[in-house]
Every structure is written in C-alpha cells, then in structure tokens.
C-alpha cells in the first residue's frame, strides 16, 4: 500500500507525463489531444483520471482552457509557441 508521499510523487509523474505527451500532440497535430487520446498515451485507462489530473494541472497553471475542464481539444500550454500563435491569428 502506499503511503500519502508516494501517491503525491506517482500523480506528480503522471502529471507531467500527461504535459509531455499534450506539448508533443499539439506539436504534431496542430491541436490538443482529446482525454481519450491522453489517456492512451499515458496508460491511464479512465478517462476521469485524465479529467482529474487535466483539472489539478490548470488550477497549477500548467494548462490552460477557455472552455470547461471537460472540452476536447480546448487545451493550451501557457507560454508555448502554439499558444502565441493562437493569440496573433
């Protein structure tokens, strides 16, 4: 069983598994990944832990959306190219 410390260091490794694999979809796509997709590329296999994770990440300021938690492909990483962009067009 683990303890209190090595759950927050396993959600703070998927956390930033989840960061690795959006930055490299939004990199190649043009577009974020839904939360199926996210999961996928992680092995999370519930798409409410990818919500739960997605939502600690944006009140972290890690992500960014416009939209509700809950809206696909409505996801931006603050400060990355892609999100710049977005912003001139």
Do not use: W
Not at 3 to 22: A, C, Q
Not at 24 to 38: D, L, Q, S
Not at 53 to 71: C, F, N, Q, R, Y
């Amino acid at each position: 069983m683990k303890n209190k410390t090595e759950t927050i260091k396993h959600g703070e490794k998927v956390r930033g598994n989840i960061l690795i694999f959006i930055t490299e979809y939004i990199k190649e796509h043009g577009y974020a990944p839904t939360f199926r997709e996210i999961g996928m590329g992680v092995n999370l296999k519930s798409t409410a832990s990818v919500s739960n994770h997605i939502e600690k990440m944006i009140k972290a300021g890690v992500l960014e959306t416009d939209a509700g938690v809950g809206s696909p492909r409505a996801l931006r990483i603050p400060g990355s190219l892609e999100t710049q962009n977005e912003s001139r067009g």
